[in-house]
Structures are given as C-alpha cells and as structure tokens.
C-alpha cells in the first residue's frame, strides 16, 4: 500500500518562504507522476504543481508560476514543493497525490493516493 506524508506546513507572513515536502512508501515512487494541490476553507481542491516521472515536465497554476517550485528526489521517495514571495490567498491545506500512470494531469480525480494535507498559512 503507498502511503503519503506531507511536512513543512506552518504560518508565514507574507512575501515569506516555505518548503514543503512529501515522503512516499513503496517501491515504485519513480514511477508516479506526484502533485500538489491545495484547499482553501470552503472551496474545492486545486491543482497547484505536478511533476514527471523524471523531473523533466513540471507543469504549474497560473497563480503560483514564477514563486513556487516542484522537484523531486527519486532516491529518497520525496517530492518537494518550494514555495517563495507567498500571498494571504496561497493559504490552505496542500495535499501532495501520486497517479501511478507517466501521463501528467491537472485533475484532482486522476490521482490513485494522497497524504492527510499539511496546513499552510499566510498572514497579510
């Protein structure tokens, strides 16, 4: 079974950084495409990054382009999600999903595992 565990979470002020990262169980973490999305209170998840299974394609939300960054260590199960000049409306929780397929979506719905979420919070 895969399991997922997000860390880094925290509260920040605005134009401030945060690293997030996404440990993975099992085998084949080289094989998922992994992303990361986010939920504000009230609201419906939304994609916020992805990232291949070589690190070469790495798709962002128009909303977070130019301040955060995916990557992934594939010898360590881990994918990171830098996260830099950050605004009042980026918080939320982040949840970090892995879709067992080489083909990279945006949709929530198209991801077989996810972590619990990690809370993050930007204060104005």
């Known amino acids: 079974q895969v399991q997922l565990v997000e860390s880094g979470g925290g509260l920040v002020q605005a134009g401030g950084s945060l690293r997030l990262a996404c440990a993975v169980s099992?085998?084949?973490?080289?094989?998922?495409?992994m992303g990361w999305f986010r939920q504000a209170s009230g609201k419906e998840h939304e994609f916020v990054a992805a990232?291949?299974?070589?690190?070469?394609?790495?798709p962002y939300a128009n909303s977070v382009k130019g301040r955060f960054t995916i990557s992934r260590d594939n010898a360590k199960n881990t994918v990171y999600l830098q996260m830099n000049s950050l605004k009042p409306e980026d918080t939320g929780v982040y949840y970090c999903a892995a879709r067992s397929s080489v083909v990279l979506t945006t949709i929530p719905t198209q991801y077989d595992y996810w972590g619990q979420g990690t809370q993050v919070t930007v204060s104005s």
């Open positions: 099992g085998r084949t973490f080289s094989r998922y495409v």
């Open positions: 990232i291949s299974w070589g690190g070469g394609s790495t």
